[in-house]
């Protein structure tokens, strides 16, 4: 059984930092890919950055240059450290983890940690 267990959420005032963690039960090195979403109420989630197995990253245009993910194979985590914090990464944040069984993909999710970014 997968589980993905998010932490390092918070309340951070506007130009601030949070490094968010992503621990999972199993090998990391079983998905293809692991990655953050967001999700702002009454908005849709989006992705915000992600990890193949590979080490190859992508992120979302509204944090490059501000948000790094990384993974530590070791210990079976995802991080995500996001500085210079703006209102509008207010939402909250779930790590996803991808295989592929037959050719499709299958997705796990963790349930989420907040982060507030106000003054």
């Known amino acids: 059984q997968v589980q993905l267990v998010e932490s390092g959420g918070g309340l951070v005032q506007p130009g601030g930092s949070l490094r968010l963690s992503c621990g999972a039960s199993v090998s990391i090195g079983i998905f293809v890919a692991m990655g953050w979403y967001r999700q702002a109420p009454g908005e849709q989630r989006e992705l915000v950055a992600a990890?193949?197995?590979?080490?190859?990253?992508n992120y979302a245009d509204s944090v490059k240059g501000r948000f790094t993910i990384s993974r530590d194979n070791a210990k079976n985590t995802v991080h995500l450290q996001m500085n210079s914090l703006k209102p509008e990464d207010t939402a909250t944040y779930y790590c996803?983890?991808?295989?592929?069984?037959?050719?499709?993909?299958?997705?796990?999710w963790g349930k989420g940690t907040l982060v507030t970014v106000s003054s």
């Open positions: 996803n983890a991808r295989t592929i069984r037959l050719g499709n993909p299958m997705d796990y």
């Open positions: 990890i193949s197995s590979g080490g190859s990253t």
